[in-house]
């Protein structure tokens, strides 16, 4: 066999690939394919979340001096604790400063502070929080005065959107609970790993939590701002 048949004869390795950078649209569908995984505890929440406000909202309408208690309390916090900034930015007009404060107290403050982080110490923590905090909407945002009903009429829409943002970021809670407690579940033995994947179920949901919210938010600011005055006056 010659030099050249012999070099002809050796099996080529195939060029290394370079690894797949990844861009948003790749991220959405990371994403979107740990939700279609759990396809039906996302439906269970949501039957669950958005039931929680209906029956809260049915519950309130025969004791309103509960819901007069709870929108004082809410008042309050905006116009003297911590979030006088988002009030102020609605109550001036700024409506790209009210877009992004209310992005911010949503998705760093609502999810990931009182929903994500929780669920890292205590397994479906934020699941709990989560129907609490549904349950307290539903409370505050029941159509109990004429006022109320007519400004319910956008804010619905509010109401939807935010609500599938925290839907999302309790089904993240979901996914890291499962990985903390079944590693089976997740198809590893060791609880590390299963952990670690768990995380990284949560971690990408939290892409279209931030997706939901940022809509959400450019959606209640334009409303509050711009609609419900005109509606109301």
Do not use: C
């Not at 590390?192 to 959400?216: H, Q």
């Amino acid at each position: 066999m010659t030099t050249v048949q012999q070099i002809d004869s050796i099996p080529m390795t195939p060029p290394r690939q370079a690894p797949k950078k990844m861009t948003l649209p790749l991220w959405i569908d990371a994403s979107v394919q740990v939700v279609r995984q759990n396809r039906r505890p996302y439906i269970v929440l949501n039957v669950l979340y958005y039931g929680a406000v209906a029956v809260a909202m049915i519950v309130v309408a025969g004791h309103p001096e509960v819901q007069q208690a709870l929108t004082g309390a809410v008042l309050e916090s905006f116009t003297e604790g911590g979030l006088s900034t988002v009030f102020e930015a609605y109550a001036q007009g700024s409506v790209l400063q009210a877009m992004g404060l209310t992005f911010a107290v949503n998705f760093f403050l609502g999810s990931i502070l009182v929903l994500f982080i929780p669920s890292l110490l205590v397994p479906f923590s934020g699941v709990a929080i989560g129907l609490t905090r549904a349950t307290l909407w539903g409370l505050i945002l029941a159509p109990t005065t004429p006022e109320l009903r007519i400004a319910m009429i956008p804010h619905t829409v509010t109401l939807l959107l935010e609500g599938q943002g925290y839907v999302l970021a309790m089904l993240a809670s979901l996914a890291m609970g499962k990985g903390f407690l079944s590693p089976s579940s997740m198809g590893v033995v060791r609880w590390r790993d299963s952990y670690v994947l768990g995380f990284k179920d949560a971690s990408r949901i939290y892409i279209l939590v931030a997706i939901v919210l940022a809509i959400a938010a450019i959606y209640e600011a334009l409303e509050v701002i711009y609609l419900v005055p005109r509606l109301l006056s």
